[in-house]
């Protein structure tokens, strides 16, 4: 047995996922609700977690600090210190009432891993460098991808003028927490400096889980259009306007929502979702004169997504006129599709099948850090299984120590065996 696959056999049975999930309860312990795991960005409670994340990455001798957009970062150095670096990351701020895992557990699973790996005293020709990204979700200020774009350098600077529900805005919340806001160019990397990209996230969904599988390969992340849409009719009394006079703005979104519906199970990866509903002034003796709903379609690739708008706001046209109302689109975001890199799924392959398990596949329909790396290095992700019939976004999350380790084992062999893309080779 080579040196560098004696890393997994040195593990215990079972010990790194045990440790993971141990690491992942203590972090919840700190939270701004106390019925699920709250942790917005730049709150005392998030301040908390970053410091503990300092501390067991220093304990895990790692060269660490935190940066001025709150991402806390530790360095598996090199023996050369002018080495590029690997990148490892997730994000460890939350949405309201999460669970314990979302984001979390790709930073603890590399903090066991390099904790394993110094046990066993390897030297890289990269550095490794964990990052807890400081805030992916976007819950206080709207604007996810907050601590990753900072370091891919893309952060948009409007983004400081931007305000939480006090008012504050992201440039004076920055400055209050002891950093300058007009520094932050200066924490991005030049891609030059950049080895690759790993992230390793819950699926949050119940693919793996139907398929029994602990961990899945992601071939890319989704692109996402999302609308809000008004639909207006005419407003009039429950019982004296005919069925066949009526302009009914609620009958006629119904109609929209089941189309959608209907055209996004029409293709591989394509989803589409209406998740919320209203009618402004509604009473239950008046016809609705006005509905509004939400609209988020999402594809692995962005022409599937783009046929389906296509589709979905031609036929909402045809019965807004058949209807008589009227219907209007608009587009409060866009995000395109982002494909892993062939070499880094190639990779994440050969460590997946010397686990003993078969690739699995499979595409990302959430957003993740790893998507603004995508335009800037080899990234890649490894899905882990999610219990409890795929549950996310919830504190019924759940991930099993015996995945945790599975993860934990595949990247480190990943990590040991990492190769730019010119020489790899399982």
Not at 311 to 323: L, Q
Not at 341 to 351: D, G, I, N, V
Not at 395 to 424: C, G, H, M, S
Request: hydrophobic share 45%; proline share 4%.
């Amino acid at each position: 047995m080579s040196e560098k696959a004696s890393v997994q056999a040195a593990a215990t049975e079972g010990a790194l996922g045990k440790r993971i999930i141990a690491l992942a309860t203590k972090l919840a312990e700190w939270s701004e609700t106390p019925d699920g795991l709250t942790c917005t960005y730049l709150t005392p409670t998030h301040h908390a977690v970053a410091a503990e994340l300092q501390t067991w990455m220093r304990n895990a001798s790692l060269a660490t600090h935190i940066d001025g957009v709150g991402n806390v970062i530790g360095r598996y150095t090199a023996a050369d210190p002018a080495a590029k670096a690997l990148i490892v990351a997730s994000h460890y701020d939350t949405v309201r009432h999460a669970g314990n895992y979302d984001g979390r557990l790709g930073i603890l699973t590399c903090l066991v891993a390099l904790e394993e790996i110094g046990k066993n005293g390897l030297k890289f020709p990269f550095h490794v460098d964990l990052i807890a990204f400081s805030e992916e979700e976007g819950v206080r200020f709207s604007a996810p991808y907050i601590g990753s774009s900072a370091i891919a350098g893309r952060f948009d600077r409007r983004f400081l003028q931007l305000r939480d529900s006090n008012g504050q805005t992201l440039g004076d919340l920055i400055f209050k927490t002891g950093f300058d806001p007009e520094t932050l160019a200066s924490l991005a990397r030049n891609p030059n400096d950049i080895a690759g990209y790993l992230e390793v996230h819950i699926e949050q969904g119940p693919v793996l889980l139907r398929e029994n599988l602990p961990v899945g390969i992601v071939t890319g992340i989704a692109g996402a259009v999302r609308y809000e849409v008004s639909v207006t009719g005419a407003a009039g009394h429950a019982g004296t306007v005919p069925m066949g006079l009526r302009c009914d703005a609620g009958a006629a979104a119904a109609e929209m929502i089941l189309f959608v519906e209907q055209r996004c199970a029409q293709a591989p990866t394509l989803v589409g979702t209406v998740g919320r509903i209203t009618v402004p002034g509604g009473a239950i003796n008046v016809i609705p004169g006005r509905c509004e709903f939400s609209l988020d379609i999402r594809a692995g690739d962005d022409a599937t997504v783009g046929a389906a708008v296509t589709d979905v706001r031609a036929e909402c046209d045809r019965i807004a006129r058949r209807r008589n109302v009227a219907v209007i689109f608009t587009e409060v975001q866009r995000h395109q599709a982002v494909p892993c890199s062939a070499h880094m799924q190639a990779q994440l392959a050969c460590a997946v099948t010397r686990a003993g398990i078969t690739p699995r596949y499979l595409p990302s329909g959430a957003g993740h850090d790893a998507a603004v790396f995508g335009r800037v290095t080899d990234m890649g992700m490894l899905f882990v299984r999610c219990g409890n019939g795929g549950i996310s976004h919830s504190p019924l999350e759940t991930v099993t120590a015996q995945d945790a380790d599975i993860a934990a084992r595949i990247l480190i062999d990943a990590i040991v065996n990492f190769a730019p893309a010119r020489r790899a080779s399982c």
